[in-house]
């Protein structure tokens, strides 16, 4: 530990006397560090941060992102199984490098994510593609480079059988079971529009044996942010009974959606638990059918959530008949999911972590009543907070998934940068987008 910092640990209920005197709560089961009562993001203070690559900013500790994925195939005991990451959480091909270096590989759902995959080192047999209501331009981009197509619809089904009789798919199955943490992110059950009903495998089996299509995995994935490891039991014992009426399978893909605790009173999820009784239940399919098949799982949110952070810079303080406004120089154009979900992210006052607690509503930069940080699906809900002031840096915590990725240049404003952060250096992972980046495409025409 270095001279005058301090630990802030997350994840119990649990307080330690920090070097600023006074108490502080512990959140999460990790450690954040705070060096002279400043945050301290992988060993680099975000003053320097700020400083060196202006704000608003993305940063992401490697070692956070590392511990995660080598949680999740640690977790697994089934020997032959495989965690491909669900890119669309976080496409930056530096994370993805790492990500390969890991053992992972990728499940993608758009062109753009292959090119990523490629483009980060993954063979195409580590990717898989899967479609919604893709394009046969999708279908052949995906084709061309020798990539599995997981289908999504009996339609789909018989579009690729008309193009490409006789190749080997991927189905994607609705168990009928949905789970997340916002009706928008379930992906099972009735009101999806994911998968092919379960109840209507003797159409998958008809329509592949009219083309000759070889039908090598079934596929299924049920929402997002799920934390409680029975809900996933429940829809993979569906999907297993399903599976059971195919032949010729070679792997069964369950998916992802383990979600990881936004919130300070949430429990994090046990992975280890969840994973041996993924094991035992997938030991047991393959013992019954005589069969030794892959397992495949593909959590997004779960490897690249907490190792990142949104840095953004107050502007202006001000104070409202109802709401005390901290004005910062981001917008949900850059961290959409308050905004689109009402969702929790914590926030800290990352130039003053200890101070007198205020109750504060953090306020993007965006010309819209919504474009708020301390928010629930109905609006304004004031966050207790150390007290901003103008200059100091915020940082919006679990901001690795969903973040950068879902970001848009909505009212002409350029994308953050990204840095990646360990022991203490730091390194461009992205540059800034200019204005003229924006444009350009416009004026090239």
Do not use: W
Not at 120 to 125: H, R, S, V, W
């Amino acid at each position: 530990m270095r001279v005058g910092s301090i630990r802030v640990h997350f994840g119990r209920t649990s307080f330690i006397q920090p070097a600023t005197g006074g108490l502080k709560r512990a959140y999460r089961e990790r450690e954040m560090e705070v060096q002279h009562n400043t945050l301290v993001l992988g060993g680099v203070r975000v003053q320097e941060l700020v400083e060196t690559y202006q704000s608003p900013l993305y940063v992401y500790e490697e070692d956070i992102l590392r511990e995660r994925a080598r949680e999740l195939l640690a977790a697994v005991s089934y020997p032959d199984r495989e965690v491909k990451y669900a890119c669309k959480a976080n496409t930056n091909i530096e994370i993805m490098k790492i990500l390969h270096g890991e053992g992972v590989g990728v499940d993608a759902v758009s062109p753009g994510e292959i090119y990523a995959a490629l483009a980060a080192g993954f063979n195409p047999a580590d990717i898989l593609f899967t479609l919604s209501n893709a394009t046969v331009r999708d279908m052949e981009f995906a084709r061309s480079h020798g990539i599995l197509i997981n289908i999504d619809s009996l339609a789909q089904l018989r579009l690729i059988g008309k193009k490409y009789p006789g190749i080997e798919v991927c189905v994607r199955i609705n168990p009928d079971v949905g789970a997340g943490h916002h009706n928008n992110v379930i992906t099972g059950g009735p009101e999806s529009k994911f998968g092919i009903h379960f109840a209507q495998v003797d159409k998958i089996k008809k329509t592949a044996e009219k083309y000759d299509l070889k039908i090598i995995g079934i596929h299924q994935h049920i929402g997002s942010g799920i934390l409680q490891p029975d809900k996933f039991i429940e829809a993979m014992d569906v999907l297993l009974e399903t599976a059971g009426k195919f032949g010729g399978l070679s792997f069964i893909d369950f998916g992802g959606g383990i979600g990881v605790p936004y919130r300070e009173d949430e429990l994090r999820i046990d992975v280890g638990v969840l994973g041996q009784k993924i094991s035992d239940e997938f030991s047991r399919f393959c013992d019954r059918c005589g069969k030794t098949l892959k397992l495949v799982i593909e959590p997004g949110r779960y490897i690249v959530a907490e190792c990142g952070y949104l840095l953004a810079t107050v502007t202006a303080v001000k104070q409202g008949e109802k709401h005390r406004f901290v004005g910062v120089d981001t917008g949900f154009n850059h961290l959409v999911r308050p905004a689109m979900y009402g969702s929790y992210h914590r926030i800290i006052n990352a130039t003053h972590v200890e101070g007198d607690i205020i109750g504060q509503t953090i306020a993007g930069n965006v010309c819209e009543s919504g474009d708020t940080f301390t928010r629930d699906e109905n609006g304004i809900v004031d966050r207790d907070l150390p007290a901003f002031n103008e200059g100091d840096i915020v940082c919006i915590c679990n901001a690795g998934a969903y973040g950068f990725s879902m970001s848009s240049n909505y009212i002409s404003r350029p994308r953050p940068a990204e840095v990646l952060v360990k022991q203490g250096t730091s390194r461009l992972i992205r540059r800034r987008e200019t204005i003229e980046d924006i444009f350009r495409t416009a004026q090239d025409l």
